[in-house]
Each structure stands twice: as structure tokens, then as C-alpha cells.
């Protein structure tokens, strides 16, 4: 089992920063992909950025790459979503999904189907 919890949600506007944690506990962080996922209202959750087990490769949206960075502390057990230069459309529920490895070199999955353990999410609200 491995629990995640989401922290650093909130309220800003336009253009502003926020800063999205989410610390892992149980089993070895390191066996796992890790991803950000997002929800708005009446929409599908989609994946937002998605890191390797070993840190060495990630992934992007195309509607945040540029502004979105995503990164890990294997040692801290956490994964880090820097969201920059926020708009109105990014406002949706973040949660933080992990994935277990189970290849050498596995690439990190699109799909929700494939994630083991899923954080409760964090609010995010961007006013235009």
C-alpha cells in the first residue's frame, strides 16, 4: 500500500504561481512512476505531468508545458508540481497518482486505468 496526501491547493488569480506537494508514504517511492492528474467539473480527469521512478524523464500536456514543472525527492519521499503563469482553465481538482513499476525503464502512462494509488486531490481555483 502506499498513501498519498496532496497539499497547496488554493485560491489565486490569473498569472499567479502555486506550488503542489504531495509526500508518499508505505512502500519504496522509488518503485514508482508518479503523476498529476486533473478534474474540472463535468470533464474527464486527465493527466497534467508525469515523472519517472528515477527522475530522469518526464511529461507535459500540452496546455501546461512551459509552465507547468513536475519533479521528485526520492530521498523526501515527494513529488512537486511548480504550476506557473496559472489561467481560469487550469482550475480543476490535482490529485497525485502513483505507478507501480514494473519494467526497467517503464514509461509513464496516460492512462488512469494504470495507476495504483491515488491522493484525495487539492482544490485549485484560478480567477480571470
Known amino acids: 500500500q502506499v498513501q498519498l496526501a496532496e497539499s497547496g491547493g488554493g485560491l489565486v488569480q490569473a498569472g499567479d504561481s502555486l506550488r503542489l506537494s504531495c509526500a508518499a508514504s508505505g512502500r519504496t517511492f522509488s518503485n514508482y512512476n508518479m503523476a498529476w492528474f486533473r478534474q474540472a467539473p463535468g470533464k474527464e480527469r486527465d493527466l497534467v505531468a508525469g515523472i519517472k521512478y528515477s527522475g530522469t524523464g518526464t511529461y507535459y500536456a500540452d496546455s501546461v508545458k512551459g509552465r507547468f514543472t513536475i519533479s521528485r525527492d526520492n530521498a523526501k519521499n515527494t513529488v512537486v508540481l511548480q504550476m506557473n503563469s496559472l489561467k481560469s482553465e487550469d482550475t480543476a481538482v490535482y490529485y497525485c497518482?502513483?505507478?507501480?513499476?514494473?519494467?526497467?525503464?517503464?514509461?509513464?502512462?496516460?492512462?488512469?486505468?494504470?495507476?495504483?494509488?491515488w491522493g484525495q486531490g487539492t482544490q485549485v481555483t484560478v480567477s480571470s
Open positions: 497518482a502513483a505507478d507501480s513499476v514494473t519494467l526497467y525503464g517503464m514509461a509513464i502512462s496516460q492512462r488512469i486505468e494504470e495507476y495504483d494509488y
